[in-house]
């Protein structure tokens, strides 16, 4: 690259193309180092933008071998960028663009196009790869179908749609489904499948395929039983069915993201299929079953029905992920998941939010779009179509679908027409609804409570919404409240009830009541806000006891935990008998389903402490947190001490090891008294429950306890001695050591394993599972001698030239540098000025690291 400022792409700039593509044939001739690429593209003026034009089309490393149009051949020079044929060269109607190139898939380091992992060829074109593939619209309002013929010396041979033929050494597929490029997806090599069929609601036959590499073939079975529920799920619940005759899941190890949902052919980072209970943690079957369903849900939100161009990605990655969440919520607990969902928002969203990288759910621009695949347009973008369904109403919204499906299939759409759908089936006016989508930023929301002493109670609600980076007004946005009242006895007397607050500050009142309530706020976790809200210790308890809102039953422990926590940390106070006998009950009541226990007696983590402090205008010392939280988590030891051999036994699960869920929470709850117990037994318990696992949920479960209290050396080298074939568990083999390691030592020990021969750093996975948990372990990432900034900033510099977007995705760990004192700021900004000043810094990590300077 050059040192010219990159482009910067406005919403407001949108233009149909010029051009519709009518059809398009592909044929692949596959070689490591020359695959040739022709491409028949059917083209003709759109009628939408009248008058003769240039035909551009995007291309990036691109050897052009020929061009002919209509048979005839041209002339052309391809740019750095793609190709323009002049409008005068073109025919008036329609005509066939015939282009053949060559591309080298072996050295794409990036992973993006085509490129090889481990000598299979696989491709990935979202958002804009297509164009490193061939000449082509590389946007996704251009659909067309496609055929492809695929020549190589490869067992088997896969793209998108129908196969039509093949022989030896060759295969044709055919998708009748418009599809935009980034849609595209190519797979050869030496796979194996892991088979089966489903049935549509219409009685349509798919053939299901999870292609893997031999030997893998045996971990498989739980990624398609994930794939046949969300099959049946999404006819069950949106009335969705599948419309090819095969569905293929192909399992990759080098790739940038978690997965792809290509039409009919969903291309895996392989850690997100493969799965046996001696190598998959209970965490790690969650993920596979979300995923899948996630990509298989694409297939309506996001396919059929696409973005009008990126600044639209929310349209589908929000609600896809609105849909897989429901999903697991349906397979799984509602509540359970509810909590962990908002503990993800909370950690990754509200973090963005609140610093440098804060935009809005839809951005209106953008210097590279693959920056913006963030937890914003995700779990945010989930988030307001939550508040759209509470406003509305289950049965408004599911007519709003309906209707969004009706109208739209087949469509490139926008938010616009999104929110169109809600308007005309509920007559609502959206139009201030809308700034969820626009104004970038956290809510924070304060409540002030009022008890006339004679049944009158009002809750008065404020609504701060402060300046984010190019946004510096807000106006005012509509917030769902779901509120419920409890007596002081616990009873509930008044029951969920949405309050919607349109205006800054807002009062509600509740009339004939017998006593003074005390109020659950925000049930459910109703608006992603930040609730500013003073409650006395015994109410946060009262609630913790007895609020009939799972997710406000959990939040009350929470706050109360951190309370305990920040005076812990700013007035070096104890934590109090209040949380500890509270979380008592909660560990030791039966009554509780064991995965809700296990996640309320999960500590506040250290970031998000950190970013509570911040935001109550201190400045964080990670240090202090580290010390505190590890003695918070003693004290709960001591207080729990008694009890806990018992539960631990108590939760053994006898038989075999099944992933399910309810499984799956008595492991979560026997782990979380495991590590209690270790730090008041040694880690004596943790030992041998890591000797005796049979499945890598305990076996990883217990070799962390006791790395978390600094033993289990031993440990950790049999556990290599076991795993050092197997890649994915080997990547946990990495990440722990870097996670549960004391600040002092987390840079060394970083570094140290940078130096291992398994550390093979060109693999997304694995640089994520080292470099991604020096970041992750706030203390010694955030130590106070620079070091973790440091070994941050040489590996993202060593990465950037090879594998931009992984590089410029794990930059964000600088995001929250604004928290801290002025020398960790001075260090942060300091590592952010040297990458920025790397020669040939790529687009990707050099708009990351300039928005986070703030320039
Ligand atoms: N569209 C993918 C998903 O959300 C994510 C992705 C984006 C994958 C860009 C690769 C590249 O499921
Ligand atoms: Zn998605």
């Known amino acids: 690259m050059t040192n010219e400022t990159p482009p910067t792409i406005y919403l407001a700039d949108y233009q149909p193309w010029t051009h519709v593509v009518q059809s398009v044939h592909l044929a692949f001739r596959l070689s490591p180092t020359a695959t040739r690429v022709t491409a028949q593209l059917h083209l003709a003026p759109n009628p939408n933008r009248p008058g003769r034009h240039d035909l551009r089309l995007d291309g990036e490393n691109l050897v052009l071998i020929r061009a002919a149009i209509n048979g005839h051949q041209v002339k052309a020079t391809p740019d750095a960028t793609g190709l323009t044929l002049p409008a005068a060269s073109l025919p008036a109607g329609p005509f066939l663009l015939e282009t053949e190139v060559q591309i080298a898939p072996e050295g794409n380091t990036a992973l993006e196009g085509l490129y090889m992992s481990r000598g299979m060829y696989c491709t990935q074109c979202e958002a804009e790869g297509f164009r490193k593939i061939t000449f082509y619209p590389d946007r996704p309002d251009v659909m067309a179908p496609f055929k492809v013929r695929i020549e190589g010396d490869y067992p088997v041979l896969l793209s998108n749609g129908n196969p039509v033929a093949q022989g030896?050494?060759?295969?044709?597929?055919?998708?009748?489904?418009?599809?935009?490029?980034?849609?595209?997806?190519?797979?050869?090599?030496?796979?194996?499948?892991?088979?089966?069929?489903?049935?549509?609601?219409?009685?349509?036959?798919?053939?299901?395929?999870?292609?893997?590499?031999?030997?893998?073939?045996?971990?498989?079975?739980?990624?398609?039983?994930?794939?046949?529920?969300?099959?049946?799920?999404?006819?069950?619940?949106?009335?969705?069915?599948?419309?090819?005759?095969?569905?293929?899941?192909?399992?990759?190890?080098?790739?940038?993201?978690?997965?792809?949902?290509?039409?009919?052919?969903?291309?895996?980072?392989?850690?997100?299929?493969?799965?046996?209970?001696?190598?998959?943690?209970?965490?790690d079957f969650g993920r596979i079953e979300a995923i899948i369903a996630h990509e298989y849900f694409h297939n309506w939100t996001g396919n059929r029905i696409t973005c009008r161009d990126w600044f639209q990605l929310c349209l589908k990655e929000g609600l896809t992920v609105f849909r897989d969440q429901q999903f697991t919520g349906d397979m799984r607990s509602p509540a359970v998941k509810r909590i962990e969902d908002v503990l993800t928002l909370r950690a990754r969203q509200f973090r963005e939010d609140?610093?440098?990288?804060?935009?809005?759910?839809?951005?209106?621009?953008?210097?590279?779009?693959?920056?913006?695949?963030?937890?914003?347009?995700?779990?945010?973008?989930?988030?307001?179509?939550?508040?759209?369904?509470?406003?509305?109403?289950?049965?408004?919204?599911?007519?709003?679908?309906?209707?969004?499906?009706?109208?739209?299939?087949?469509?490139?759409?926008?938010?616009?027409?999104?929110?169109?759908?809600?308007?005309?089936?509920?007559?609502?006016?959206?139009?201030?609804?809308?700034?969820?989508?626009?104004?970038?930023?956290?809510?924070?929301?304060?409540?002030?409570?009022?008890?006339?002493?004679?049944?009158?109670?009002?809750?008065?609600?404020?609504?701060?919404?402060?300046?984010?980076?190019?946004?510096?007004?807000?106006?005012?946005?509509?917030?769902?409240?779901?509120?419920?009242?409890?007596?002081?006895n616990g009873d509930e007397v008044v029951p969920t009830t949405l309050l919607e607050m349109t205006q800054n500050k807002q009062s509600f009142t509740f009339d004939g009541l017998a006593t003074k309530p005390v109020a659950s706020i925000l049930r459910g976790f109703s608006a992603p806000v930040v609730l500013d809200r003073s409650v006395s210790p015994e109410d946060r308890a009262l609630l913790l006891a007895h609020d009939t809102d799972p997710f406000n039953k959990w939040e009350a422990g929470r706050a109360l935990a951190k309370e305990v926590l920040a005076r812990m940390v700013t007035d070096r106070a104890q934590p109090g008998p209040d949380w500890l006998d509270a979380l008592a009950r909660v560990a030791f009541d039966e009554s509780l389903d064991p995965a809700f226990r296990a996640l309320a007696l999960r500590l506040p983590g250290e970031d998000d402490m950190a970013q509570t402090l911040h935001m109550a205008g201190h400045v964080p010392d990670p240090a202090v947190i580290h010390t505190a939280r590890r003695q918070m988590a003693q004290a709960l030891a001591g207080r729990l001490a008694q009890g806990l051999p018992g539960l631990i036994v108590s939760l053994a699960e006898p038989g075999p090891f099944t992933p399910d869920a309810v499984a799956a929470g008595r492991r979560a709850l026997r782990l979380a008294a495991l590590s209690l117990l270790s730090r008041v037994d040694d880690g004596a318990r943790a030992a041998t429950v890591f000797a005796q696992a049979d499945n890598m949920t305990e076996e990883v479960g217990a070799l962390t306890c006791l790395l978390d209290i600094g033993r289990g050396q031993a440990e950790l080298a049999s556990f290599h001695a076991r795993w050092s074939d197997d890649?994915?568990?080997?990547?946990?083999?990495?990440?722990?050591?870097?996670?549960?390691?004391?600040?002092?030592?987390?840079?060394?020990?970083?570094?140290?394993?940078?130096?291992?021969?398994?550390?093979?750093w060109k693999t997304p996975n694995r640089f994520r599972s080292v470099i991604g948990a020096l970041s992750g372990n706030h203390a010694g990432f955030h130590h106070a001698s620079g070091d973790g900034y440091r070994l941050l900033a040489d590996w993202l510099i060593r990465l950037d030239p090879l594998n931009?977007?992984?590089?410029?995705?794990?930059?964000?760990?600088?995001?929250?540098?604004?928290?801290?004192?002025?020398?960790?700021?001075?260090?942060?900004?300091?590592e952010l000025q040297r990458i920025l000043s790397t020669p040939g810094l790529s687009r990707d990590l050099g708009e990351m690291a300039s928005r986070m300077r703030g320039d």
Not at 733 to 745: E, G, H, V
């Open 168 to 283: 030896p050494g060759w295969a044709e597929w055919d998708d009748p489904w418009p599809k935009p490029a980034y849609l595209f997806a190519v797979v050869a090599g030496n796979l194996v499948a892991h088979s089966g069929s489903f049935t549509t609601m219409s009685g349509r036959h798919v053939a299901l395929n999870v292609w893997v590499r031999p030997g893998d073939e045996n971990r498989c079975a739980y990624a398609l039983d994930s794939l046949i529920r969300s099959m049946r799920w999404d006819e069950t619940t949106y009335g969705r069915e599948y419309d090819l005759d095969v569905f293929n899941i192909v399992a990759v190890d080098d790739f940038n993201m978690g997965a792809m949902e290509n039409k009919g052919l969903n291309i895996f980072n392989a850690r997100y299929v493969l799965a046996s209970p001696e190598t998959a943690t209970d965490d």
């Open 354 to 488: 609140g610093g440098p990288l804060a935009h809005a759910v839809r951005p209106d621009s953008f210097i590279e779009i693959n920056n913006f695949y963030t937890a914003t347009v995700y779990e945010k973008g989930a988030e307001v179509i939550g508040m759209l369904k509470r406003l509305v109403g289950d049965a408004a919204y599911d007519r709003a679908l309906t209707l969004y499906f009706d109208r739209h299939d087949g469509d490139a759409a926008t938010i616009e027409d999104w929110l169109a759908v809600f308007e005309e089936t509920t007559g609502r006016d959206l139009s201030q609804f809308k700034r969820w989508y626009t104004q970038a930023g956290t809510p924070r929301v304060t409540v002030d409570e009022h008890w006339d002493g004679a049944g009158r109670f009002t809750l008065t609600f404020k609504q701060h919404n402060f300046a984010t980076p190019g946004q510096p007004h807000k106006d005012p946005k509509v917030l769902p409240l779901a509120v419920g009242l409890l007596n002081p």
């Open 727 to 760: 890649r994915t568990v080997m990547d946990k083999w990495f990440a722990l050591q870097i996670i549960t390691s004391a600040p002092d030592d987390t840079a060394r020990i970083t570094d140290t394993l940078t130096r291992h021969p398994d550390f093979d």
């Open 804 to 830: 931009p977007q992984t590089a410029a995705r794990m930059s964000t760990a600088f995001e929250v540098w604004g928290r801290y004192d002025a020398d960790r700021q001075a260090m942060i900004r300091g």
